[in-house]
């Protein structure tokens, strides 16, 4: 039988039709016709040294593009390792399409070798899982999980498709279905008036933007709304960009775990204007523990139901055209108080303090501060989980949209080695670093044998303190001492090259502006290993925990 007349050439032909450039995967005995049906088409196969590692690059592309990324694995057990980073796409709102092989429609009805119900596995942590049960089944179950995928809220799909299928003739004239895309609508008129009496009633409006007003590009309209309006605009840690923090307006990220600078600006509020914010992001009870403030909820969809989030308002469509609209309707202006600068010039402070640190091994403050010096306003950073995610997000000057990553739904580890290697893909023409933890490091540091053999280069900065710096920092602070939360680790530098990477270690506070500098500009895959000296984790709570407003 010809290649062109199995299954498996149908399903690439279709993955052609929906745009997908590249598949993430490891191959499987039960799923090589496929494999072989991509080396002849038009999509790059990249493979990866773990399912694990697939999916995160799925994710991060899709979150970038906005298309779904496709993960590819065999059945079993290597479809059980995509579960994290699926499960890390649809928690972040992310459009991820999982296929995996599965046994013959001949056994999977009996115990037999490496029969797993596999889409039962998959259900609770994806939009729609299914098992494709025929050839002719395909084209509509292929278009299907794409529409799924990218459809408002956006996140994981997939499909098992078993061997036999996979390596089945298919009828003469099946084809991929044409491409339809979902287009976000205009918000009622209604909807408009009633947020709009609201605010025309306010006393102190605050803004609130999450990742959906990322994934709809809504950051001019962001801007827009607070110029006209004269309104504050705070983001989540995965909406940093969408609101530019070089703007007089910009309060920087809530979501840090105790009440921080800009939280003050929520507690002066007496309406929340949330803009494509979801509850999955951070907890609401941490901006409105008093439930007493009126909630405007702009988004493609309605809010999800917390105690803490009462809406008073929905306005569901397109957000860009729901902030104009709204802008439009409100007849006043708001002056903005003084809580706002001085949220500003904290933060700015304590940036620049982090400039001035020399001591070795370096502030967290400190090896912010050099990241944000050499990276530029589009390049890529990705944040892995940890003490390192906590300084980045709430420190980290973020002036466009997507160009600071982190997982905050899920709040996976080891995420933002094999993510920046998508994320180059993706924007090729940016530089792309990956700021990891140790720990978070070595759970998918495999991913660096890939992009070297594949070509894609970025630089990972290793933050080193030899303990899950997290752990430890909240151990400390709530139990008074930490435990088992220490380990050793290689030598990063020789662990790098061994791949065939460049490593880099940093013995000085004044060698890691440089050596960033030096790394991006060498365009090939790089490891920089800092010292971190986490002391100021606990003075940075203690010092918030001293805090006391009003501003």
């Keep these: 039988m010809s290649r062109q007349a199995v299954a498996a050439r149908l399903i690439v032909q279709a993955l052609e039709a929906e745009g997908v450039e590249y598949v993430f995967g490891i191959p499987g005995e039960e799923n ?24 995160f690059m799925a994710e991060i592309y899709g979150r970038l593009t906005g298309k779904p990324g496709v993960a590819s694995a065999t059945l079993g057990p290597g479809a059980i390792n995509l579960q994290l980073g699926v499960a890390d796409a649809t928690t972040n709102s992310t459009p991820v399409v999982a296929i995996t092989a599965q046994v013959g ?16 596995l998959f259900r609770p942590i994806t939009k729609w899982a299914e098992l494709v049960p025929s050839p002719q089944a395909l084209p509509e179950m292929i278009r299907k999980a ?13 499909l098992a498709i078993p061997e036999d299928v996979e390596s089945a003739p298919i009828p003469d004239g099946l084809a991929p279905l044409p491409v339809n895309v979902v287009r976000p609508q205009d918000p009622s008129a209604s909807q408009i008036a009633r947020a709009a009496e609201v605010l025309d009633g306010a006393r102190r409006p605050i803004v609130l933007a999450g990742h959906g007003a990322t994934r709809a590009g809504a950051s001019q309209a962001l801007v827009r709304f607070s110029e006209r309006l004269g309104l504050p605009v ?34 002066e509020a007496d309406v929340l204007i949330s803009v494509g914010y979801e509850l999955q992001e951070f907890d609401p009870v941490k901006i409105n523990p008093l439930r007493d403030k009126k909630i405007i909820h702009i988004h493609r969809f309605p809010a999800e139901v917390d105690d803490h989030y009462p809406v008073a308002v929905g306005v569901h469509g397109d957000v ?10 409100v007849h006043r202006r708001f002056e903005m108080n003084g809580t706002g600068e001085k949220i500003r010039r ?19 403050r400190r090896i912010v501060a050099d990241i944000r010096e050499a990276m530029g306003r589009d390049d890529i950073v990705l944040a892995d989980t940890g003490a390192v995610k906590m300084w980045m997000a709430r420190m980290y000057p973020t002036y466009e949209p997507n160009t600071m990553l982190v997982s905050n739904g899920l709040s996976s580890m080891g995420f933002a080695v094999p993510g920046a290697l998508a994320a180059k893909l993706a924007h090729p023409e940016r530089k792309v670093l990956a700021a990891t933890g140790d720990g978070a490091f070595l759970m998918n540091s495999q991913e660096l044998e890939t992009a070297v053999r594949e070509r894609i280069p970025f630089v990972v900065l290793v933050w080193v303190d030899d303990a899950y710096g997290l752990i430890e920092w909240k151990m400390d602070l709530e139990l ?25 270690r940093v013995t ?3 060698e890691l502006l440089p050596t960033l500098r030096k790394a991006l500009a060498d365009d090939v895959v790089s490891v920089i290993a800092v010292p971190v000296d986490y002391a100021a984790n606990l003075q940075l709570t203690d010092k918030l925990g001293e805090l006391t407003g009003p501003f």
Aim: glycine content about 10%.
């Design 346 to 364: 904290m933060l700015s402070e304590e940036l620049a303090q982090g400039r001035a640190e020399s001591a070795f091994p370096l502030s967290p």
């Design 32 to 55: 090589i016709h496929f494999v072989d049906a991509l080396h002849d088409s038009s999509i790059r196969y990249v493979l990866v040294r773990h399912e694990q590692g697939a999916a």
């Design 105 to 120: 429609l001949d056994r999977i009805y009996k115990e037999s070798h490496q029969v797993v119900d596999l889409v039962s």
């Design 234 to 267: 705070a983001t989540t840690f995965n909406g940093k960009g969408v609101f530019p923090d070089d703007h007089r307006h910009a309060l920087g990220a809530v979501g840090f775990m105790r009440h921080d600078y800009v939280n003050f600006g929520f507690d």
């Design 146 to 158: 794409f529409k799924t995928a990218q459809t408002e809220r956006p996140g994981a799909v997939y």
């Design 480 to 504: 008074g001492r930490d435990s088992h939360v220490a380990f050793g680790n290689p030598d990063f530098v020789a662990y790098a090259e061994s791949f065939g990477a460049r490593g880099h």
């Design 320 to 329: 860009s055209r729901s902030l104009d609209a709204l802008g439009d309707a």
């Design 508 to 510: 000085s506070a004044g």
